[in-house]
């Protein structure tokens, strides 16, 4: 069953056409990969999921568990996002920038007394373990490597406890060796805890070992949609011509 | 062929700067004969009269207090003011506008001509320093707050954004951790400055070291004169080391 559904959205900025007529399913549990050249229109495409833009056209909806469940700012509490650019807080440690995951959970009073609940801090510590940086707890983000940044975005997100996560080039910022063992693990943990997944991907050969689906985009239009065996040289071609 | 060091236009200011100089002194009077009257200070000299500072204890107290109440009272009011004034964080576009007004006005009147002014209005006493300095130093700390708050990294704020923070939680979360070296930066700054200008005004009437200072020029009583400088001295260096270590512990 489709978890979240994109239906003909639409999106131009300043005249220009960004998204048109997009369409997919995303089942849960799924990984998606969303490939295509720069300015296809791959991260206008995540940030209308992530609600932090609204399609001019279209409708997105979503049916999991929690769907309805709005924050005050009209975010839906159970979709975590990935950055590329990790978009932490330097000064602050590994552990309170995972922990501001729970922030659409908290009771607001308190959290801006940097007040968490036990069970907030037991999740972001067993999501701080799960990314396998469990020794570096209180370490500042300032302190540590990129691939360590993006292992703390990834344990922020999953902190928010969602059912749908995107990530917005995860791995773009990193060296390969890293970036590969860093998405495997990411999509691992998505299987693991049965989580949708849509990964906005520039490496084809990641995309190809590591999705369930890839879709691909060119010019704000899918131009393809497919298994990772069907993405022909061809149809390579078609996306990124 | 020749390196040329300056440039036509560069060579043309330099000149302009002594042109105008030249003219500034031509306008008040200035000569070279008072530039060699400047070493008659050394008459004024003399031993400072040592026995005088245990007395100035009170005294410094009151210009310590003056400083760090109205660094206190500009802290508050600028910490509200810098986030209405700041463009990316601002509710509106009017209050952003209204902010920055209050905050121009306060700047750019000089705390020594506000502390004036509320003597005139209410009269002598240290509650007028307090409230003159704050207001100037509000419009500084405003502005340095508001320009900090708009350079930082919008990306931290994106992922809240996500995440659902609030208005205040994005401020806690997402702002602060950014400012807080810069904003604890400013202040310290803020704090030497009010701290001299505390000193100035005590000779317009609001007491503390300022005023004992004036009282004992005018006396001609210099070992006095002396022994309060030599306790200005020791207050504002013993406050800028104390800047500079804490400075130093922020950066880390």
Excluded at chain 1, 159 to 165: F, G, L, M, S
Excluded at chain 1, 197 to 225: C, M, P, S, T, W
């Amino acid at each position: 069953m489709a978890i979240v559904k994109v239906e003909n959205i639409k999106k131009n900025f300043a005249h220009r056409r960004v998204l048109e007529n997009i369409s997919f399913e995303v089942e849960k549990g799924e990984i998606i990969a969303i490939i295509g050249p720069s300015g296809a229109g791959k991260t206008t495409l995540l940030r209308c999921i992530a609600s932090l833009e609204k399609p001019d056209e279209g409708k997105i909806s979503f049916s999991f568990n929690g769907a309805g469940e709005m924050l005050k700012n009209g975010k839906r509490k159970k979709i975590g996002m990935v950055f590329q650019e990790f978009n932490l807080i330097p000064r602050l440690t590994v552990l309170m920038n995972v922990l501001v995951g729970r922030l659409g959970y908290t009771n607001k009073l308190a959290s801006l007394l940097g007040l968490f609940s036990d069970k907030d801090i037991a999740i972001a510590i067993e999501n701080i373990k799960k990314v396998g940086l469990g020794h570096k707890i209180n370490e500042k983000i300032s302190k540590i490597s990129g691939g360590e940044r993006q292992r703390v975005g990834i344990a922020r997100a999953l902190t928010q406890e969602p059912e749908v996560i995107l990530a917005d080039e995860p791995v773009s910022n990193l060296d390969p060796v890293v970036g590969e063992k860093i998405l495997n693990d990411f999509v691992k943990l998505c299987k693991e805890k049965n989580l949708a997944a849509i990964i906005n991907l520039h490496q084809i050969d990641y995309a190809k070992k590591f999705a369930d689906r890839i879709i691909g985009l060119n010019r704000g239009k899918i131009v393809f949609e497919g298994t990772p065996s069907q993405l022909t040289e061809k149809a390579i071609h078609r996306i990124y011509m | 062929m020749h390196y040329k060091m300056f440039r036509k236009k560069e060579f043309g200011i330099i000149i302009f700067s002594f042109l105008l100089f030249f003219l500034s002194s031509l306008f008040i009077g200035l000569s070279p004969q008072h530039f060699l009257e400047l070493p008659k200070i050394v008459k004024l000299l003399e031993l400072p009269d040592l026995t005088f500072i245990p007395n100035l204890f009170t005294d410094t107290v009151v210009t310590i207090a003056i400083a760090y109440s109205s660094t206190f009272i500009a802290i508050i009011i600028s910490l509200i003011l810098g986030f209405l004034s700041a463009k990316n964080l601002t509710p509106h576009f009017t209050i952003y506008y209204i902010a920055r007004t209050i905050l121009m006005i306060a700047r750019t009147i000089p705390d020594i001509i506000w502390g004036l002014l509320l003597i005139a209005a209410v009269g002598l006493g240290a509650v007028q320093g307090v409230f003159a300095i704050a207001i100037h130093s509000s419009g500084m700390l405003g502005r340095f707050f508001a320009e900090t708050i708009e350079e930082i990294d919008p990306n931290p704020l994106q992922a809240l954004e996500v995440i659902g923070a609030s208005y205040s939680q994005k401020i806690v979360y997402g702002v602060f951790p950014q400012v807080l070296p810069a904003y604890i930066n400013y202040i310290l700054y803020m704090f030497d400055h009010n701290l001299r200008v505390a000193i100035i005004l005590g000779m317009f009437g609001i007491g503390g070291l300022g005023f004992k200072f004036l009282v004992n020029l005018r006396l001609f009583k210099y070992s006095k004169v002396f022994a309060i400088l030599v306790v200005i001295f020791i207050l504002l260096f013993a406050v800028e080391r104390i800047s500079a270590y804490l400075r130093s512990k922020i950066m880390e």
